[in-house]
């Protein structure tokens, strides 16, 4: 079945260290993949997408993914932290099934961030 | 251009009783979605409304139904409230499709007492 697996539930880094969470997924076709943050009571906020084209992404504050389909994944870097940054960070690929679309979440990474 | 919006921000109810959540989509966007947020389950897809009609949906009770106007406002009705719907309900908002970008509400915390 698809899905999507973050293997890092909780994450400490030091401010300006660099940073990189993981994202696989499990699809057949090319996938429609996102990364997005949630900060604490707050909604999600779209980070950066892929849907095809140039496998390196650049997303919003800094952020950026690589998508290598050999590897089935996703992940999301960020060459130096900053405080601001703490916050749950949550992959999502759009999973196309008999006639049904939907976004499935992986279950988030939780990052801290130390001064 | 303005955000989803969502109303009311917190409600609390007991088991039992029924909710309505409201969802205001990004002016211009069609497709409206309903997640449901737990600690033990993450974010789950509930449905996804476009043109008025439901188009996609999650693998959730019948007690979890929505609806969607005209002007692409959409609702979430919990019926029969049961403590384990306490969560965190967001909306989001696309211009079509599932696949494009959803803009996400701030939510709504639910707590079933």
């Known amino acids: 079945a698809q899905s999507v697996t973050q293997p890092d539930i909780h994450i400490t880094v030091s401010e300006g260290a660099s940073l990189e969470l993981r994202c696989n997924y499990s699809y057949g076709a090319t996938p429609y993949l996102f990364w997005y943050v949630q900060s604490p009571g707050q909604g999600l906020q779209l980070l950066l997408k892929?849907?095809?084209?140039?496998?390196l992404v650049q997303g919003i504050k800094g952020f950026e993914a690589e998508f290598k389909r050999s590897q089935s994944s996703f992940n999301l870097r960020k060459p130096s932290v900053h405080w601001s940054d703490a916050a749950e960070y949550f992959c999502?690929?759009?999973?196309?099934?008999?006639?049904?679309?939907?976004?499935?979440f992986g279950a988030g990474t939780r990052l801290a961030v130390h001064p | 251009k303005a955000g989803v919006t969502q109303t009311p921000r917190y409600l609390i109810k007991t088991r039992g009783q029924q909710v309505t959540l409201s969802c205001s989509p990004i002016?211009?966007?069609?497709?409206v979605s309903w997640y449901q947020q737990t600690p033990g389950q993450g974010l789950q897809f509930l449905f996804e409304y476009f043109s008025e009609t439901q188009r996609n949906k999650g693998n959730f009770p019948g007690r979890f139904s929505g609806r969607q106007f005209s002007n692409s406002r959409s609702e979430m009705n919990v019926s029969t409230l049961e403590l384990g719907d306490s969560a965190l309900y967001l909306c989001?908002?696309?211009?079509?499709?599932?696949?494009?970008?959803?803009?996400f509400g701030p939510g709504t915390r639910l707590t079933v007492l």
């Open positions: 002016s211009g966007h069609r497709s």
């Open positions: 999502a690929v759009v999973l196309f099934s008999g006639g049904y679309n939907k976004l499935i």
């Open positions: 989001a908002s696309s211009l079509n499709k599932v696949s494009d970008t959803q803009y």
């Open positions: 892929y849907f095809s084209g140039d496998t």
